[in-house]
């Protein structure tokens, strides 16, 4: 083989591995942002089952003073966690923890739930509209994206 032979062999070997390793960075963006969307949407989820399991008159209070009422949820069984309507709620999330289990990675959330009391259309129910927002990547600040969940919480009488 002469040398001539042996650098375009190496160039052609480069462009391949060049290639690879950025489809390899390419897969590994696609999967952190899959992460993230992931755990915002299953954190929203988190939020909308605790409203749903509120009792309905503790709801109609809420809608009713926004600006006084918190709704009554919580990030675990014993930390108090209100989500304020009408108003951008910030949370911070750990996406990631080291070998001790400390949080290393994290996440910025913001959630902004509102209320609409259908009692004027002559129904007994409120619709809800969570709307949420996450890092799409802890590198770039200010790279967002958003989502939304709608649901609607009727009366149902309990004997």
């Known amino acids: 083989m002469t040398l001539v032979e042996t650098i375009v062999a190496m160039t052609v070997f480069s462009l391949m591995a060049a290639g690879v390793i950025g489809l390899t960075?390419?897969?590994r963006r696609m999967a952190e942002s899959a992460i993230r969307?992931?755990?915002a949407a299953t954190v929203a989820q988190g939020y909308l089952?605790?409203?749903k399991s509120i009792e309905y008159s503790a709801l109609v209070d809420a809608v009713g003073d926004p600006t006084?009422?918190?709704i009554p949820t919580k990030t675990d069984q014993d930390t108090n966690d209100p989500i304020l309507l009408n108003v951008q709620n910030q949370k911070t999330l750990v996406i990631?923890?080291?070998g001790a289990g400390a949080p290393s990675r994290f996440m910025r959330f913001w959630i902004t739930v509102q209320g609409t009391d259908l009692a004027a259309a002559g129904r007994r129910a409120i619709?809800?509209?969570v709307q949420f927002q996450w890092e799409g990547n802890?590198?770039?600040i200010g790279d967002t994206k958003n989502s939304s969940i709608r649901f609607v919480r009727s009366y149902v009488p309990t004997y």
């Open 138 to 140: 802890d590198r770039y």
């Open 49 to 51: 089952e605790q409203i």
């Open 127 to 129: 619709e809800f509209t």
């Open 37 to 39: 969307e992931n755990t």
């Open 96 to 98: 990631h923890t080291d």
């Open 25 to 27: 960075v390419q897969s």
């Open 68 to 70: 006084n009422i918190a």
